[in-house]
């Protein structure tokens, strides 16, 4: 079962029945997908075709041409002139988003050494999580035989929950794979929140 039609058919009726939710279109869903990277090492490394390979590299790993952010303003002390290009990004949304998690999820994460999931302190007090990857190889249709530049990029899963709770069960049903240790500490937090407040 695809993610799109795994959300609808068991992630829906779940949330209703943990959260008590009235309708369908009240149940928090994924909004979107950024993918970034940050072009630093442009103004620092020597080879001039950084950017550009930054820009394949993204094109291959989404599906999607991304759009440079550009400096608003010049900072003397970065070496930042105002117009250059200081970052690189893509945003998924619908059937591409729900494929980027779905890849993520099974055949991207499972790839990084040592991985023993994600720290729930990665998800925001309005639900969103955002993720950090040192380098694109863990990506399934990167070579890295044929990759001559390794960079890092940050992963934000944007969703329309109102709360972190609702968030965190959003995508822990969707199959996110949350830290099985920090979710044990966080109950334990929990519980103990409980007693001091009876």
């Not at 997908?33 to 075709?49: H, P, Q, Y």
């Not at 599906?63 to 003397?76: M, N, R, T």
């Not at 992963?155 to 199959?175: C, D, Q, V």
């Amino acid at each position: 079962m695809r993610l799109e039609e795994k959300y609808k058919k068991q992630v829906i009726p779940e949330m209703k029945k943990i959260f008590s939710y009235k309708n369908n279109l009240a149940v928090p869903k994924l909004y979107s997908i950024t993918v970034n990277v940050g072009l630093n090492r442009a103004r620092t490394e020597k080879d001039a075709s950084y950017i550009e390979k930054v820009e394949k590299s993204l094109m291959l790993i989404t599906g999607q041409k991304p759009v440079k952010a550009l400096a608003k303003k010049s900072i003397a002390g970065f070496k930042i002139r105002q117009g250059i290009p200081v970052g690189m990004f893509v945003t998924l949304r619908g059937k591409r988003m729900y494929d980027f998690l779905e890849k993520l999820i099974v055949a991207t994460l499972p790839r990084k050494k040592d991985f023993r999931g994600i720290s729930l302190k990665s998800v925001d007090k309005d639900g969103n999580l955002s993720i950090g990857l040192k380098e694109q190889l863990v990506f399934p249709e990167v070579d890295p035989e044929k990759v001559d530049l390794v960079h890092g990029l940050g992963i934000s899963i944007r969703t329309t929950a109102k709360t972190r709770e609702e968030g965190i069960k959003l995508l822990e049903l969707l199959g996110v794979p949350f830290s099985k240790t920090l979710n044990e500490d966080v109950k334990k937090e929990k519980k103990n929140k409980g007693h001091q407040d009876k």
